[in-house]
């Protein structure tokens, strides 16, 4: 019987290792397999015993890419077990520290991690060569979104301001309108990537996920909203557990999630993007369909715009925010512990990253357990992969791998995070 | 032929944050990029050289048999090599682990442990290979990694201090903290990042792990003396340095 096996044994150009393993039997797929052999550091296990004061700094190192979005789940979820929910400016800030991280995360994806795929370089540095000032206004716009997280947070990476109860010290006007000149540039700047992404060549490629977002009543979601899908799904955080399951399977150390009774399901960007749509500010709606884009896009490869587009927005927004800035009376607002549960889910900017811990009467946390987005999206990522290289079963193995890379790195996946949470292997004859 | 020296960058335990801080160089990269070839990153190019390297930058710690393994072959195809972080340099927040019992830890973790290959301990890379020099912090700090990066280049050894970041704080003209009644580990922790809990009026948490010759008991006290008990000060050196030497009170 004649068996093809194909390997990816390391993933490029994604956060944290995976691999990817194809089999294939008499010209047919019979199966796909994302591997994520990350090495497994144990959080919500090393959590157990911490006061609620530090989680915020622990759980920011699950990821050097989306720090904040971890930080901003732990907060909430921290505030939401002590009966307390964020107002006011302190509110608004939290929003904006967020819109950086997008900022930085989205211009690193799209720039340097997905666009070489689409002109056929291996990396940014050689795209770079032939795309000077592209590679020059991404990295201008990534800076952009590190200063505002910096002049936020002390530092882009692992911030030390965010806090239960608010931030340490909150920054003057003076600081925050500093910025504001380096945000209108990097809009502008945006405006131009996703102009430049959407004159790529896409494939015809389409898939029926069921997407799965925030939904807040008058915003584009960040850090509060309730969970909704594209097929009627409609909750409240706090019941995740009733809509939602993860199970364990051997060849990866991040757990998979599904809906119960449906399976596969999608967070990030596109989801965001199609359960929200409405909510995005008319001038960035114009640009998207200027951009090609409908109200839904159901093309992962297409995704590289919705980013694009989701980048001009958090610009949009951190400028509103400055411009509406008065500093509050206090940095933090006290919290009394006490012995409870709590829930965050916020938009990281790869998906909706939930928490849920369980304090004891001091303060100390007695169980937690996060879901991050990318073991969110394995078996979605599984699904395209399959779809994908289907269609491509007939080429020679360097072709076939690559357009498998490409499938994976539509989604951006973080591994770091989801190990608990990749490497190709195609196994034909 | 491109005679330029050869860089690689390694990942293994870790949250990629110290080898992204090379990403983070905005400004810098493309001269960075010019001026060595990035042989092998695998977080940002998909073309991948094969050794040896003149220079390695290794993040992360040791965790399983197989990256055991594997940084024994990074040590042998490269001329020198860096450890850049707090998991690479002390074991990371991911030796929590050695003080307590993994199996249930990872229990607690997975429904199913036994899929889960993993070892009881989390090890800096010097428990494993010779290392060059070893740059610290959670996460490092890019100026810093942009010195060392030179250093190596031009053969000579990075300037980077090992004084308290109780030094930072007198070069920022931040007030103390613990005169302000905060409990700080800026007097035990090694400087780099600036000295910016201080500086965002909160006490240091130690992320840049232990400076040269630290005075645990010293500072034990006057924590003490704030109202921050023994057993608290402990919890506070078990974070991202926890099996650093320097920070062990036993």
Excluded at chain 1, 103 to 116: D, F, G, K, N, Q
Excluded at chain 2, 79 to 91: P, Q, S
Aim: glycine share 6%.
């Amino acid at each position: 019987m004649p068996t093809r096996t194909l390997h990816v044994d390391y993933l490029a150009r994604v956060e944290g290792e995976g691999a990817l393993e194809l089999r294939i039997e008499d010209g047919r797929l019979v199966s796909t397999q994302l591997r994520i052999f990350e090495p497994p550091r144990l959080f919500e296990a090393l959590l157990r015993g911490r006061a609620h004061a530090e989680v915020p700094d622990i759980v920011a190192r699950i990821c050097g890419i989306c720090p904040v979005a971890y930080q901003m789940s732990a907060v909430h979820a921290i505030e939401h077990a002590f009966g307390h929910v964020a107002e006011g400016q302190l509110r608004a800030l939290r929003r904006l520290i967020y819109c950086g991280e997008w900022i930085e995360s989205h211009a690193l994806h799209v720039s340097m991690l997905h666009a070489p795929d689409f002109l056929g370089y291996p990396d940014a540095i050689h795209m770079a060569r032939e795309h000077a000032e592209v590679v020059r206004n991404a990295l201008a716009l990534k800076k952009a979104g590190n200063e505002l997280i910096r002049v936020l947070g002390g530092r882009e990476i692992h911030p030390v301001n965010v806090r239960p109860g608010g931030f340490y010290r909150v920054p003057t006007r003076a600081e925050l309108n500093s910025i504001a000149p380096t945000l209108e540039s990097a809009r502008d700047l945006a405006v131009r990537l996703v102009r430049w992404v959407a004159g790529f060549p896409f494939p015809d490629f389409e898939r029926d996920y069921e997407f799965v977002a925030l939904r807040h009543p008058d915003e584009y979601p960040f850090n509060d909203g309730r969970l909704v899908s594209s097929a009627g799904l409609d909750i409240d955080i706090a019941d995740f557990d009733r809509a939602f399951e993860e199970r364990q399977v051997p060849y990866s150390t991040a757990l998979h999630a599904g809906i119960k009774g449906r399976g596969a399901y999608l967070v990030g960007p596109l989801a965001r993007y199609a359960l929200n749509f409405d909510r995005l500010p008319p001038s960035v709606q114009a640009l998207a369909r200027e951009a090609g884009l409908g109200p839904v896009c159901r093309n992962p490869f297409r995704s590289i715009i919705v980013r694009a587009i989701e980048i001009v927005y958090a610009c949009e927004e951190a400028l509103r925010l400055i411009a509406a800035y008065e500093p509050p009376r206090v940095a933090a607002v006290p919290l009394t512990p006490r012995p409870a549960i709590g829930f965050g889910c916020t938009e990281a900017p790869r998906g909706i990253c939930w928490h849920r811990y369980e304090f004891d009467p001091d303060g100390n946390v007695l169980t937690a357990r996060i879901v991050p987005p990318t073991s969110q999206n394995q078996p979605s990522m599984e699904a395209d992969l399959a779809a994908v290289a289907s269609t491509a079963l007939d080429q020679p193995d360097d072709v076939l791998r690559e357009r498998c890379e490409r499938s994976i790195r539509n989604h951006d996946p973080c591994i770091s995070c989801s190990a608990h949470f990749l490497r190709l292997s195609v196994l034909r004859p | 032929m491109d005679r330029r020296p050869r860089l690689a960058v390694w990942k293994f335990a870790s949250c990629d944050g110290c080898q992204l801080s090379l990403l983070d160089c905005e400004d810098e990269l493309l001269a960075v990029a010019e001026a060595l070839e990035i042989a092998s990153f695998p977080e940002a190019s998909s073309a991948l050289a094969a050794g040896p390297y003149d220079l390695s930058l290794v993040e992360g710690s040791i965790t399983t048999a197989h990256d055991a393994e594997r940084i024994r072959e990074v040590r042998r195809q490269s001329k020198h090599l860096v450890t850049i972080g707090a998991c690479a340099t002390a074991g990371g927040i991911q030796a929590l682990r050695n003080f307590g019992a993994t199996d249930e830890m990872l229990a607690a973790v997975y429904p199913s442990p036994q899929y889960i290959e993993t070892l009881a301990t989390s090890t800096p890379i010097a428990a494993h290979v010779t290392v060059d020099f070893e740059l610290h912090g959670c996460p490092i700090n890019k100026t810093q990694l942009l010195e060392v990066v030179s250093a190596f280049l031009a053969g000579r050894r990075p300037a980077i201090a090992a004084h308290s970041v109780c030094i930072e704080c007198k070069r920022r003209g931040t007030a103390c903290v613990m005169v302000q009644g905060v409990p700080c580990l800026g007097p035990v922790t090694h400087a780099g990042c600036g000295a910016l809990c201080p500086a965002y009026r909160r006490g240091c948490y130690g992320c840049y792990g232990p400076m040269e010759a630290p005075n645990l008991p010293a500072l034990a006290q006057r924590w003490q003396a704030l109202g921050a008990t023994a057993q608290r000060f402990e919890q506070a050196l078990r974070s991202f340095n926890a099996a650093a030497r320097g920070f062990r009170m036993d």
